[in-house]
């Protein structure tokens, strides 16, 4: 059989190699230092774990509501409301509480349904340069254009960087706060702008939150809407009227550690919505039943200290790469996107896969930079390890960075 002319020109664009690339070579080598995985690194709430273990002896297995069960959905519903001021009876043509949010399969499930609901062959999205490995994609699978914007040296997705990249096919930007791969997070400034922005040309702000627990204390400067002392990460979605513009995507994986169980949301206007259950209700049925029975627990979860130890985390790393190479600090999210220094002479186009390949050699695993870019001049690190991991990982890339 010939497959080659069988696979569709869709797949094939597909380049599957970034991460899996980087996860294959790290399986061959023995003692590693592995700081190239986006996993925490903590163990998942005990009352998570329980409440999922409930459902599946209790008999919660078959299918649920397409868009979720209505307990997990009315939690979503009150801490929107709780921290973005967001009641979702008043979500454009909202009826009843949970018209305006469904349960997700992942947050990557919220993102696809969101690129297939939005864009016709030949429409634009706006996504960051530096982006997550899915955002090129979200073009591809819809026929669609992904426009990078890039964001260096800073990292900063803007609307005066994003603005004249915009096109009559434009019909969604997409912000990730805090970031991945750079862990930069937007100030409440540069949200307004891009809503602003957003609304001037009537397309939507996709707004993926999947970090925004881990924002660091001095990076949360926006209050939350029920309560003023509790300091959250800027949103555009916590600004007056957002739910028009604004789909905010969030996710359970990543803060709580359960990734494997698949579990995020979306909230927004209910036109959106609406066809984005439509499309899961074919592509996937649902988001996996008795782990949402699991996270309806989460919003009660404190994590606060898992933040303060990734903060100390991105504090050590900040202050053994600034000496020896740039490194904008991460205001949240566990990775660090940093320049590969001009000195060791590497090739421009070819710098962050020349550092990985040279980081290899001494047994330590970062992601080259041309995995999130279509530059290669820096790598990703993430510090999802334990300290002396991440300690002794540091010590090598200083001393790699320092003598080639
Ligand atoms: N968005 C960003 C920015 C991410 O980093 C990730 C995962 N690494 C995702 C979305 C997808 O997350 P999930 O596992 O919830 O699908």
């Known amino acids: 059989m010939d497959f080659s002319s069988l696979i569709s020109h869709r797949s094939t664009s597909i380049n599957g190699s970034g991460i899996r690339r980087v996860f294959e070579i790290g399986a061959k080598i023995h003692d590693k230092i592995d700081l190239s995985i986006g996993q925490p690194d903590f163990a998942v709430p005990q009352a998570m774990r329980a409440a999922a273990i409930r459902a599946i002896d209790g008999g919660r ?7 979720g069960v209505p307990e997990l959905r009315e939690k979503i519903a009150r801490s929107l409301h709780a921290d973005l001021g967001w009641k979702t009876t008043e979500l454009p043509g909202c009826s009843d509480s949970h018209s305006g949010l469904f349960v997700t399969a992942g947050t990557t499930g919220a993102l696809m349904l969101a690129s297939l609901a939005l864009l016709d062959p030949g429409d634009e999205i706006i996504i960051p340069d530096p982006w997550f490995v899915l955002y090129p994609y979200m073009g591809t699978f819809a026929n669609a254009v992904a426009v990078p914007c890039s964001t260096y040296p800073d990292f900063r997705l803007t609307a005066e960087r994003v603005e004249p990249l915009l096109s009559p096919r434009t019909k969604m930007i997409l ?3 805090p970031s991945n791969p750079a862990g930069v997070v937007s100030t409440e400034r540069e949200c307004a702008d891009l809503l602003d922005l957003c609304r001037r040309r009537g397309i939507i702000l996709v707004s993926d939150e999947i970090y925004d627990e881990f924002t660091y204390e001095a990076f949360r400067t926006q209050p939350s809407a029920s309560d003023p002392a509790k300091r959250r990460c800027p949103s555009p979605a916590r600004l007056p009227g957002s739910q028009d513009n604004v789909l905010v995507i969030r996710g359970f994986g990543k803060t709580y550690g359960v990734t494997g169980w698949r579990l995020g949301y979306a909230a927004g ?16 049925v649902s988001a996996p039943h008795p782990l949402q029975w699991g996270v309806i627990d989460a919003f009660d979860a404190d994590m606060t200290e898992h933040v303060r130890e990734y903060e100390r985390r991105r504090s050590l790393v900040v202050d053994r790469l600034s000496p020896v190479t740039q490194v904008p600090a991460p205001g949240g999210a566990f990775y660090a996107f940093v320049k590969v220094p001009e000195r060791l002479g590497y090739p421009e186009e070819s710098a962050g896969e020349r550092f990985f390949q040279r980081c290899v050699t001494e047994r330590v695993l970062v992601v080259p930079g041309r995995t999130f870019s279509k530059r290669d001049t820096h790598f990703r690190l993430s510090y999802a390890t334990p300290i002396e991991n991440l300690e002794r990982g540091l010590d090598t890339l200083v001393r790699i960075m320092k003598n080639g």
């Open 61 to 67: 297995n078959g299918y649920p509501l397409t868009r």
């Open 175 to 177: 912000l990730n706060s």
């Open 269 to 284: 206007p209910r036109p959106l919505i609406e066809e984005m259950v439509k499309l899961q209700q074919y592509l996937y």
